[in-house]
C-alpha cells in the first residue's frame, strides 16, 4: 500500500501513437485478455485500431502514466456524428488490469470531458457492450445513462452541463452585461 501512496500519476496528451504503439497495444491486448465479445485479439489489428483513433482524435488522445510508465490511455473522436448530430464520442478508455482501481480512468475520464466542455461541447456519448456489467455501472457512476441500442451495444451518453448550470451561467452573464451596460450608460453620460 505504501508503493500505491508514492505513486506518481501524471496524463499527458498524445499526437502521435509511435512512441507509444507497442505500450499501449500491450495495455489494450492485457485489458481485454478475457473480452472475446468486444475487443480486438489479433496484435496487428489492435495497431491499427491505434493508428485509427490517433487520426481521429483530433487533439482527444491522452495517456496516463504512473512514474513514468504507459499505464493506461481514452480516446474520444469530437467529431462523431449520431443520427445527424455531432455528438463527441469516447471510443477508448483502457486501463492496465495491474493498475486498475486507483481512480486512473475516473482521471482520464475527466480529461476528456474537460477538453470537450473547453471546446463548447454540452455532452458526449460512448458505446458499451451490453453484458459488460462493470463497465457499465462504471459509466452509470459517472453519470452516463443509456441512450440507445444497436445489435449487442449500448449507447451511454452524458450530459456535460446539467440544465439549471446552464441557466445559471446564462443568468450570470446576463446580470453581467446588464450592470456592463447600466455602467456604460453612467460612465458615458446617457
Same mark, same amino acid.
Given at each position: 500500500?505504501?508503493?500505491?501512496?508514492?505513486?506518481?500519476?501524471?496524463?499527458?496528451? /498524445?499526437?502521435?501513437?509511435?512512441?507509444?504503439?507497442?505500450? *499501449?497495444?500491450?495495455?489494450?491486448?492485457?485489458?481485454?485478455?478475457?473480452?472475446?465479445?468486444?475487443?480486438?485479439?489479433?496484435?496487428?489489428?489492435?495497431?491499427?485500431?491505434?493508428?485509427?483513433?490517433?487520426?481521429?482524435?483530433?487533439?482527444?488522445?491522452?495517456?496516463?502514466?504512473?512514474?513514468?510508465?504507459?499505464?493506461?490511455?481514452?480516446?474520444?473522436?469530437?467529431?462523431?456524428?449520431?443520427?445527424?448530430?455531432?455528438?463527441?464520442?469516447?471510443?477508448?478508455?483502457?486501463?492496465?488490469?495491474?493498475? =486498475?482501481?486507483?481512480?486512473?480512468?475516473?482521471?482520464?475520464? =475527466?480529461?476528456?470531458?474537460?477538453? /470537450?466542455?473547453?471546446?463548447?461541447?454540452?455532452?458526449?456519448?460512448?458505446?458499451?457492450?451490453?453484458?459488460?456489467?462493470?463497465?457499465?455501472?462504471?459509466?452509470?457512476? /459517472?453519470?452516463?445513462?443509456?441512450?440507445?441500442? =444497436?445489435?449487442?451495444?449500448?449507447?451511454?451518453?452524458?450530459? *456535460?452541463?446539467?440544465?439549471?448550470?446552464?441557466?445559471?451561467?446564462? /443568468?450570470?452573464?446576463?446580470?453581467?452585461?446588464?450592470?456592463?451596460?447600466?455602467?456604460?450608460?453612467?460612465?458615458?453620460?446617457?
Amino acid at each position: 500500500m505504501n508503493d500505491k501512496k508514492k505513486e506518481k500519476i501524471t496524463i499527458k496528451q /498524445l499526437k502521435d501513437i509511435k512512441p507509444l504503439a507497442s505500450e *499501449l497495444k500491450r495495455i489494450y491486448l492485457e485489458a481485454y485478455q478475457d473480452d472475446y465479445l468486444y475487443a480486438y485479439r489479433e496484435p496487428q489489428r489492435v495497431k491499427r485500431y491505434l493508428k485509427w483513433l490517433i487520426k481521429h482524435a483530433d487533439g482527444g488522445f491522452w495517456v496516463a502514466f504512473v512514474n513514468d510508465k504507459p499505464v493506461g490511455f481514452i480516446a474520444i473522436q469530437p467529431d462523431c456524428r449520431f443520427h445527424g448530430e455531432i455528438v463527441p464520442e469516447i471510443h477508448e478508455l483502457v486501463v492496465d488490469p495491474a493498475y =486498475q482501481g486507483r481512480g486512473i480512468g475516473k482521471l482520464l475520464i =475527466q480529461k476528456a470531458l474537460d477538453f /470537450l466542455s473547453e471546446k463548447g461541447f454540452d455532452r458526449v456519448a460512448l458505446w458499451v457492450g451490453e453484458r459488460n456489467e462493470d463497465a457499465k455501472r462504471f459509466y452509470e457512476k /459517472l453519470g452516463f445513462r443509456v441512450t440507445d441500442r =444497436q445489435g449487442a451495444w449500448l449507447r451511454m451518453e452524458k450530459e *456535460l452541463q446539467t440544465s439549471s448550470e446552464k441557466r445559471s451561467s446564462s /443568468l450570470s452573464r446576463t446580470a453581467k452585461a446588464s450592470t456592463t451596460s447600466e455602467s456604460s450608460m453612467i460612465s458615458s453620460g446617457v
